[in-house]
């Protein structure tokens, strides 16, 4: 009798469970492309996919998710700011090799002008 009990809770939360999955599978789906971009995420993502929790969090939890994301973005901001500015010094000696190259092929050919006058 128990057993029989026992059997239809986990039947009926087993179908409850799976149309919940079912009902949120784009949301799952996201989730897990998240995931195989990252490999760990935290709360702040799963919020972001998922949406808000259905009951509500403590103020010290919101107030720390508010800050992480803060300094989420400054991170990122620092790491493109980080990168541009590489880029930048990159082009500026890629043009300056280009005008010591360039300065370089002119006395050479100024040398062989030289020598060509000498002859």
């Known amino acids: 009798m128990i057993d029989v009990e026992v059997r239809k ?3 009926q939360q087993y179908q409850e469970c799976k149309a919940l999955i079912l009902e949120h599978k784009d949301k799952l789906e996201i989730l897990a492309e998240r995931l195989l971009e990252k490999e760990t995420i935290s709360l702040p993502d ?5 949406g808000p ?3 509500p969090l403590k103020t010290s939890l919101l107030e720390y ?3 992480l ?3 989420i973005n400054e991170d990122e901001k620092e ?3 980080k990168k541009a500015q590489e880029e930048k010094e990159a082009q500026e000696d890629e043009v300056s090799e280009e005008a010591d190259k360039a300065e370089e092929d002119s006395k050479d050919k100024s040398s062989e002008d030289k020598e060509q006058k000498d002859k």
């Open 9 to 11: 809770i986990i039947d």
């Open 79 to 81: 790491a493109a700011d």
């Open 46 to 50: 799963i919020v972001e996919i998922l």
């Open 53 to 55: 929790r259905p009951f």
């Open 69 to 71: 994301k803060e300094r």
């Open 65 to 67: 998710l508010e800050e």
